[in-house]
């Protein structure tokens, strides 16, 4: 493991095939894997390759060796970047950032994301070794010890998926159940509320029909008590979210208690102590706690409602041990009377607050089992508007997963999903006609689920 807790390792060479004859009829395939901004660089070794092509010659010329690189985020295709001269290998100088030679016919790819790409070893026009480079990015790269209680939200890309290849995020092997979002080849993972069972390592993994082609890993390090920085958690409003706020002194006390500042109003009200053990009627039905030992008091709120925004203060006598300031989000579709194939429908996202950072609202739907991003925008304080919404000039079967997902700084906070369901115009045998013509008439209903 490296000084950055980074524990993988840094370059994976996978062997597609490899069939090197005189008449050059084959082409020798390879698939190497880097971590970008890393010391270890990919190697495109064919050395041993173009010697046994020259000695199949019987006048060889050095000169007709050349390298073509295409890459994988569009910048350039099939554009030379080496070529030997007087049987000596040369970077073109506008590559030599990106680019060195090594010996003989090698060449070092510097480990950043940008040099990803395919690469054409040639002769004559003739491609002897076709090796592509994937690079992968986590972000942020270093991961210090993380407060106490609060997400902690990551995320890992690739400059492109092998064919058929997943991008996830795991731990243990497993799938993580943290929240997850994919799209743009990047696999965000939002680790809710942390605590001492979060700490370990996670994994962004390549997996290809399963089986596993490379992933790197990185630890998750959590401070034991709670910090005095005010921590921001986004929650999703809706029946199966739910709202953990963790509080942790490592001096005992005899009572703690929380209180709770909503946006709306600005004053704050008190939510529980440990000597009363009651609730504000405002949460009674939806509130719990964990036993206080005189060091640990942590808050449950669930379903979480929209109306829930604002700041949480955690006591312990009249020492203000923990800060939280929950942002909520909600989604909502709004069909009109009548077959909302004939209609539109228009889906509405909205951020209970926006602060001094930008928030960037994003409607995502589900198209062959990936998010395709249809429409975003940047919030500000200044901007009264919190509000993202689509308009569907009509509904099909192919709109009809869909969800609003919230960024800061570029990284996700929370994610919220719609479901609509077409009404259907097929009845079981049962049905009488009425009944038939209200199940037409009915608008396209709506699944609330929360990712």
Request: hydrophobic letters at 35%.
């Amino acid at each position: 493991m490296s000084g950055q807790g980074m524990d993988h390792i840094m370059v994976i060479q996978l062997w597609i095939l490899l069939c090197i004859s005189g008449n050059s009829a084959e082409v020798m395939k390879r698939s190497i894997f880097l971590i970008s901004g890393q010391t270890e660089s990919g190697h495109l070794s064919v050395s041993d390759l173009a010697k046994q092509s020259v000695s199949d010659l019987a006048q060889p010329h050095w000169s007709e060796f050349s390298w073509e690189w295409t890459s994988h985020d569009g910048r350039y295709s099939e554009i030379q970047i080496a070529r030997a001269i007087s049987s000596r290998l040369v970077v073109s100088p506008p590559f030599t950032e990106y680019f060195s030679c090594s010996q003989d016919y090698d060449v070092t790819v510097k480990p950043k994301f940008e040099c990803a790409g395919v690469f054409l070893f040639v002769r004559t026009n003739v491609p002897l070794a076709k090796i592509e480079i994937f690079a992968t990015k986590i972000t942020p790269s270093f991961w210090p010890s993380f407060h106490l209680g609060s997400d902690v939200s990551v995320s890992c890309e690739v400059s492109s998926l092998p064919e058929g290849a997943t991008l996830q995020w795991e731990r243990e092997e497993d799938p993580t159940s943290n929240t997850t979002l994919f799209y743009n080849n990047t696999v965000h993972m939002v680790i809710r509320s942390v605590h001492p069972d979060s700490q370990g390592a996670y994994y962004c993994t390549v997996r290809q029909n399963g089986t596993l082609l490379y992933n790197v890993s990185n630890a998750v390090r959590i401070e034991e008590v709670s910090s005095d920085a005010t921590l921001t958690l986004y929650r999703e409003s809706s029946n199966s979210s739910l709202v953990t706020l963790l509080c942790m002194t490592s001096d005992g006390y005899t009572h703690a208690s929380w209180s709770w500042t909503p946006l709306s109003t600005a004053k704050e009200v008190h939510v529980v102590t440990t000597a009363m053990y009651r609730s504000n009627d405002t949460f009674n039905e939806r509130f719990s706690y964990g036993d206080f030992d005189g060091y640990y008091f942590p808050l449950y709120f669930s379903p979480v409602k929209f109306e829930d925004c604002g700041r949480f203060n955690c006591y312990f006598e009249n020492l203000l041990v923990a800060s939280i300031n929950v942002v909520t989000l909600k989604v909502s579709a709004v069909p009109p009377s009548g077959s909302p194939r004939n209609h539109s429908v228009v889906l509405r996202c909205e951020v209970s607050e926006v602060s001094s950072d930008p928030v960037t609202l994003a409607w995502l739907r589900m198209e062959e089992s990936r998010w395709l991003l249809v429409k975003q925008d940047v919030l500000t304080e200044t901007r009264p508007n919190r509000t993202l919404s689509v308009t569907l000039p009509s509904l099909c079967r192919d709109q009809l997963h869909w969800q609003c997902a919230v960024f800061t700084e570029g990284m996700l906070r929370a994610t919220a999903s719609l479901t609509l369901t077409l009404p259907t115009e097929t009845t079981m045998s049962s049905m009488t006609g009425t009944q038939t013509q209200r199940q037409k008439e009915e608008p396209a209903k709506l699944e609330e689920t929360s990712v």
